[in-house]
């Protein structure tokens, strides 16, 4: 294709993946979902539905099989919507409401699709717009804590600056950061070492001060994965500097607060316990299809507001999608540590990828409501990750079997 077209195409193209990779990177600055919501439509969706006539015909064979496998799930759930009791339904939202979300992940995975096999170096470019916004943003986000905190004498769970201040969510974007900045450590043997770890032992201080479960056991296994590579590779000086600071901030931070990480607020777990057993209550009403995604299915937490969903993605699914929603999900999980594990084999560089991915499932097991929703952190933490490494698993698919898929960008 050459002259206007070709240009139309390219520039799209362009557009796309600068959205693809503004969008991840908004979720540490945005203040709301919404900020965030905007960046995918404006750069993400609308350049692919500008460009679905160059685009979707290229698509064939591994287009189909790629949306198949990702937009099952939640197309399952967009058809219950269709059997919610109306003594259930959810205030006056549509179905149409309900069924956008699954058009907005049909465009999230062409933009990832076309993105990944036009620009390789993709996920290096990810991984640096991460580490590039994280870290000012983590700083920024101790700094206010900080202030506030030597000025009341109040030490309250930290909350980060952007996604309205959400605790869990936003203490777990730092944990997310931390993969990315490891993996550069791992890669790399220079003096920015030092910024990478100094980041780290940042983003540790954040989940100590934010009392959150998910990103402290996050940043304890990846210290211990640099632990493990210091041991065989690095210098005597790196090898204690990685295990003696963690343990010695933990350390100043139980001395201090008199608090001892994953012990503390034991009422977290408990009150998960809670929701889960009042879900499977739920579950049990209608376990074969679902309530349907629209039903209202308020849980009850003593003297906490009313909740809206299970904390727990798997669960959630189930109690709108009934046991072939869960099956499906299940199924999609299962694909896509599949789908990860062959990615590693023929890209290394893709570990941040994965890495993130995995720690998104692990946070949405106990923090997650059922995944057909327009962009919010669930699209951070499990669908943007696993189109990028669908999109790249069917790229590796179509180069070594090219009948398949012929003329795709």
């Not at 963690?246 to 316990?273: F, H, K, N």
């Not at 739920?282 to 003297?303: D, K, N, S, T």
Request: charged share 10%; with cysteine.
């Amino acid at each position: 294709m050459t002259g206007p077209e070709s240009a139309v195409d390219r520039w799209l193209g362009h557009l796309a993946a600068a959205g693809l990779l503004l969008l991840p990177v908004s979720f540490y600055l945005a203040r709301d979902y919404g900020d965030s919501a905007r960046v995918f439509y404006l750069l993400v969706l609308l350049p692919a539905l500008l460009a679905l006539p160059w685009w979707l015909p290229r698509q064939r064979r591994s287009g189909l099989l790629g949306a198949g496998f990702l937009l099952l799930p939640p197309a399952w759930l967009a058809l219950s919507t269709s059997w919610v009791d109306p003594a259930l339904q959810e205030g006056s939202r549509s179905t149409w409401y309900h069924v956008k979300p699954l058009l907005f992940l049909a465009g999230l995975w062409l933009a990832c699709s076309v993105c990944v096999r036009r620009y390789p170096p993709f996920p290096r470019w990810l991984a640096g717009a991460v580490c590039l916004v994280s870290l000012p943003s983590a700083l920024l986000t101790l700094l206010l804590y900080l202030t506030q905190a030597l000025e009341t004498g109040a030490w309250p769970r930290l909350a980060g600056v952007s996604l309205r201040g959400d605790v869990n969510v936003t203490a777990t974007l730092y944990a997310v950061a931390a993969i990315f900045f490891a993996c550069a450590i791992l890669r790399h043997r220079s003096r920015w070492n030092l910024v990478r770890l100094a980041a780290l032992l940042l983003f540790l201080a954040i989940a100590l001060l934010s009392r959150s479960k998910v990103p402290l056991l996050a940043l304890i296994a990846i210290f211990a994965m640099l632990l493990h590579v210091a041991l065989q590779q690095l210098s005597l000086r790196t090898r204690l500097a990685i295990a003696a600071v963690p343990l010695l901030m933990v350390a100043v931070y139980a001395v201090t607060l008199e608090r001892i990480p994953l012990l503390e607020r034991p009422e977290g777990y408990l009150l998960r316990l809670e929701l889960w057993s009042q879900s499977l209550g739920q579950i049990a009403q209608a376990r074969w299809f679902g309530h349907g995604v629209g039903a209202e299915l308020p849980l009850y937490l003593p003297a906490q507001p009313v909740i809206g969903h299970a904390h727990n993605m798997l669960l959630d699914t189930w109690r709108v999608g009934g046991l072939v929603g869960a099956l499906l999900l299940l199924g999609q999980l299962a694909g896509g540590a599949f789908i990860g594990w062959r990615v590693l084999r023929s890209h290394p560089d893709w570990l941040p990828v994965a890495g993130w991915w995995a720690l998104g499932v692990f946070f949405l097991m106990t923090n997650g409501q059922q995944p057909l929703v327009k962009p919010h952190h669930v699209w951070f933490y499990y669908w943007i990750p696993l189109s990028l490494l669908l999109a790249r698993y069917l790229a590796d698919a179509v180069s070594s079997h090219p009948r398949a898929d012929r003329g795709a960008p």
